[in-house]
């Protein structure tokens, strides 16, 4: 019987738990990656960190090239792994992509991205979700703050804040067109929320998250904690954002022209494997949620450029 350390969705009241677990992990000396000391340090207290320099302009655009394929191989397709935008058919996001795309499979073995999620978590990972995100200009609906941690671990059985996600930047990212903001610091405390988590919860929380999400006086500390600060992660097409499982972040609406977009890969310690869901409910499918034939990533130490181009339709 695994323990649950951050019991959420059980009264009717809200309250702040401190955290229970490391943020960088006692044996990540043993995982050696390109993160500094300070870089370590920035994460530990910030929750995030933000490279805008990671891969080359050439990579960049075969990104880009991906993120075409990937649109017009779904802008019909109906499955559930596909969601779009409450209110209209515009796609908002394509899960499953680690496993549906051999661009994306290699991508999410990159060994720079995961050697820095090693070296985080002090241990091999896997991957426990990817998506790819859209945001159309004009039309791109918000998304509330959360901590994915609380849904992770209610709905999905995720014992311990042991998983950091990595948002890979397709488009670039403005001021003014939906960026993700984070309130740095809030990563150390686990809002606990009220309500209960009914079956399927995931078909209307993936539109519009309106449970698992913190009351205002929580944020509102939070926010006081950080020193009035909440981060915008901002920065060109190819910027990549890695930050921690619980650190409580949204995204405003965008109604500028410009759309934005990212690849999105949770990576989860080998040593953190999703069990029965911290709640009544049923676990979610599996392209939420990946259980069946997890095994540590072996990176891949290749360009970009020479992953092979073979975006595969469902």
Known sequence: MVADLYSSRISKEAKMIRRQDDVIHKNSELFQGPLSAEDLKTYERNGYLLFKDLFSKEDIQVLKEELRHVMELNKN??????????????????????????????LSKNKKLVSIAQQLLGSQV??????????????????????????????????????????????DNHEFNGPLMLIPGSHKWYVSCSGETPENNYKQSLQKQELGVPDENSLKTLVDQAGGRIDRATGPAGSVLFFDSNIMHASSGNISPFSRSNVFFVFNSIENQLTNPFSDANPRPEFLANRKNIQPIKPLDESIISVPSLVESK
């Open 77 to 106: 397709n109906n499955s559930e792994d596909v969601i779009r935008e409450p209110g209209s058919n515009e796609v908002r996001s394509i899960f499953e992509i680690h496993k549906n795309s051999e661009f994306f499979e290699r």
């Open 126 to 171: 896997y991957i426990t979700q990817s998506r790819i995100n859209f945001k159309p200009g004009f039309k791109g609906k918000e998304f509330y703050w959360h901590s994915d941690f609380e849904t992770w671990h209610v709905e999905d059985g995720m014992p311990n804040m042991r998983a950091v996600s990595c948002s890979i930047v397709l488009t």
